[in-house]
């Protein structure tokens, strides 16, 4: 594969233990402004610290997301209906190869809509869109979007998913049914699954943990986390699952403890930053020339040149390869291919469709 595409994908599927935790936030191209996604960048901002990459618009991406804050985009292209037209499945490429470049998109994703009216339109639009964002290198991210008629099941959710692997998909994203295993086992690129409508907060954690279980790479997830009373709490619990490899009952504690905490800590949590928090000119804690705390050539915690702390050669606890802690091949602690403790196909420990644990 492309050193392109392996590594923007290594971005999004996490190569330690490959798994994803992708949050969905592109609703809005179809469904407006969803509930408790009518202002994407105050539902968006605290929950970009959890997840390990954004699916996301570029109007979204444009105006809500921070471009300083190093989160790897996963870029919807396509569109062009909605929920009130009349036909979903009439969709095309909106968002060009040379637009997902200049927004540095890890990865374009679109619909196809098998089974559908327009099922050869966006099979074909699949295609294409593979065939030019291979050229620069950007994995494609294919959704089996599931009319209202079509059962969710492993037969119609196996043929949907092989169809786009077959165009050349690197990821599929589908929804999670009874039988998943033959699902993921007919597809051969790593399937991921969307949560769909809002469930009960230890529903969504169960069907998470259900579908790793069958062997998905990980989630996609956007209304059971977003529209949750919790958002941070489930989605810290959603992430036990998919990299810690929490089961239920476990991610399903440290949501209640989390809630628990949030609530006897009101004020921090929903405190709207002060005036003297804020980096502006009149804050004197801002990193002004004026300012002694701030990181310059005069500072003694800078990590400059002749600061002892800094990590330069001569500092001892520098990740050196001389340095025992350093997590180097030949560290027993980290997580390689080697380490048995490492949360892989062949853990034990980890929630897959061999592991009997729940
Ligand atoms: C739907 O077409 C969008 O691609 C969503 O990103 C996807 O459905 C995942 O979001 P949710 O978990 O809310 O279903």
Redesign the pocket.
Known sequence: MDWGIRNRLSRIILRNDNRALML?V??GYFLGPTEKLEVPKKTIAPLLKYCDSL?TTRGVQRTSVDPTYPIPIVL?VSGGSSIIGEDLSNEEITTSIKEAIRLNACAVAM?IFVGSKNEKQTVVNLGKLVNEAEEYGIPVLA?T?VGKEMARDARYLSLACRIAAEQGAHIVKTYYCDDFEKVVQSCPVPIII???KKLPEKDALKLTYDALKAGASGV?????IWQSENPVPMIKAVRAIVHQNYNVDEAWKLYIKLCNEKKSKPQKQNQVKSKSDRPNANNKNRPSANNKNRPSANNKNRPNANNKNRPNANNKNRPSANNKNRPSANNKNRPSANNKNRPSANNKNRPSANNKKN
């Open positions: 969905a592109d609703h699916m919807r619909s959704v979007a969307a949560g769909g996609d997830m956007g209304r059971n």
